[in-house]
């Protein structure tokens, strides 16, 4: 076994399939695999994490202000195995120590590669020749296309990754550990047992909360006044509106509205008419965060839900792509995966009894197959070109080419899966073809106008319903906007008169509270909640708040330390979260200045392209943290209120045990690290407080893959 290749994967799960592409695979003892390409080892996530300020200096086991601040010297971070890992670390140093060459199989992505390099470091393992194998689907074709030969990258060209991924974590260390440390000894209110938690993305994203808040409890709504006309022309009658948008000459006057509308009643005037066909392209292929606000928009689905089940479809059931991806467009070679992809897709059952939302159901998916030997690939989505230019690591998300048992699948699951099918689907079917049509009329600078639109050819729209309107309209920002009328046909330049006109009474209305679906659209493009212009121009850089793989965990840990609640699908800040941004805001306004921490976030990517030098950008993110310190340290006196009674979470547990009451078909009982909960139940699991174990059922979950994970000893 000395002197072979070992291949170093993130997850067993993986490691499995990667033996298949490999040939021949046979366990070696838990954790390792003998191939005809080699040995392969796994990890399971994370095995080694940044150490505790007590593994530095003894005296920093304790909470005390006059201990602050806590910084390794000469910022040398030192790392330290994650409890209960320390088995698959000793498997894979075991096999890679005597390695000739470690071919890296983590998780193509940042976080993936982070994790390699924290393994090696630990190991000092970092000396031995390695490669980098990069595989966007996690099942056998796509992974035996990464392992060719000719396919394994230089393990340099994506170290950067990890790079920019190390350089975040340690100077999250930094101030999240200090800050947190110093606001909870000094400032804690004596009846909120949690620590006051900061960091560098939560802090940021309370404040957008915080501040919307404000906007909302501030806001004074106005009066102002829509005018109608409705003209008669021929046999036919038309009803034209003058309503702008705020900022553009709205009417806040009644005199003048009413002014306005005893000028025009009775007068003849000459409608302008246009009219052209056009062409509505199907919407982009699902990258994380679009898919996160979608299942939010349909299913009320919290980020952190989508995300769990979705690494599912990734990971167990190998049925879509790489799911972490800010990517919108395919490699163009991927059009020779797109048969098989629709040969497997025609075997899809019942996909029209699958809910989409209320009454609403999938279509039969099916019936949408098309015959590839018809289609053409769409240049703007098979592209790498594109790919390329975008940044992103991966392409769009889409179904693997494997064939899919939707019976095996959670409801869950199920949901999620044929959403990625249709919009898959859609990239393959024809533009939407439509008519638009817009009437109009001036009146000295205000202008009357009525639109309209016939579908002469539905194209991709055929797979879509009302539900998913209504979630575009929520995305788009266009709820509550005029809808769009069937308009007669009236030539161009016709004559007719106002035969009615009026001005209809309206007020302003406050902005929306954010929802978990419209945060998160808020972090992935600051730019719609930016006023300041300043701000707006920097945000040109990079407006990105945090990155996609932490968007959902940022909303939960908020909601864990009680900072904000969710009530009624709105998401709306604790006494205490407002105090928090009140305190940052005067005495550390960096870490409650969006657009700077999405431009730091700009930095980190730079980092990862070789835009930016390493060294600089550690320094300018230690400067931050230091500033940051002072200037808490700074602070002499501050209350913050503890979250109202209401606000915080009331106890779920009933006064008596409830019998528990297994799955229909049986259940899997688990043993569960704390850190894996959250995945379980995102999967259906209950706790059975008898056993005192997690539980899920056996419909769906086989016995292999929660071993692989290592809930079922």
Known sequence: MHGERVWLAEK??????????????????????????GIIVAAAGHLVELAEPHDYKEEWREWRPDLLPMLPDGWEFLYKPIEGKSQQLGVIEKYAKDAREIVIATDAGREGEYIAWAILQYLQLQHKPKKRLWSSGANVASISKAARESALLEYGEKFPLAEAARIRAESDWVEGLNLTRLLTTRFRPSNHEPPISVGRVQTAALAIIVRRQREIENFKSEKYYDLIADVKAGPHTVRLTHAPKEGEGRIKDAAEARR??????????????????????????FESSSLQIRAYNLWGWPASKTEVVSQALYDKHKLISYPRTDGVHLETEQWNDV?????????????QLVELKGKE??????????DFNSLQPRDTVFNSALL????????????????????????????????????????????????????????????????????????WRRLFSNADDKANDTESGIEGEEIEQTLPDIADKTRGVINNSSALEKRTVAPPQFTEGSIISAMRDLTKVTKDPDDLKKLKHGKTLGTKSTWGDTVKKLKDRLYIVSAKGKLVPTNLGTDLIVLCEQYVPTLVHPTSTALLEQMLN???????????????????NVDAIKRCVGIESVELRAPEAGQRRPSTRPSTPQPWKDFEGGSWPLEVPF?????????????NGETKKWHLPKKGNSEADLRARGWLK
């Not at 005037?269 to 919407?283: C, F, N, Y």
């Not at 048969?339 to 996909?351: A, D, Q, R, V, Y």
């Not at 980092?607 to 400067?623: P, S």
């Open 606 to 624: 730079d980092v990862e392209k070789r835009q930016f030098d390493t060294g600089k950008a550690r320094q300018i993110l230690q400067g931050r």
């Open 12 to 37: 067993p799960s993986f490691a499995k399939e990667l033996g298949k592409a490999l040939g021949n695979c046979q366990p070696l003892e838990r954790y390792a695999w003998q191939t005809n390409g």
């Open 675 to 687: 850190d894996d909960k959250d995945d379980v139940k995102a999967l259906g699991g209950r706790f």
């Open 361 to 370: 159901t999938f279509p039969d998916l099916t019936k949408y197959v098309p």
């Open 388 to 459: 390329e230019k975008s940044g992103a690591d991966h392409h769009g998300i889409i179904p693997t080419t494997e064939q899919a048992d939707l019976s095996a699948l959670t409801d869950d699951e199920r949901k999620l899966y044929l959403l990625i099918v249709r919009q898959f689907l859609a990239q393959l079917h024809p533009d939407c073809r439509y008519s638009q049509k817009s009437i109009s009329w001036k009146h000295g600078e205000r202008k009357f106008s009525a639109t309209g639109r016939t579908i002469l050819e539905p194209g």
């Open 339 to 351: 048969g098989p992809i629709l040969s497997h897709l025609k075997e899809l059952s019942n996909t």
């Open 260 to 285: 306005i509308t005893e000028e025009i009643h009775q007068k003849s005037i000459v409608l302008d008419v246009d009219s052209e066909t056009r062409k509505e392209a199907p919407p982009s292929l």
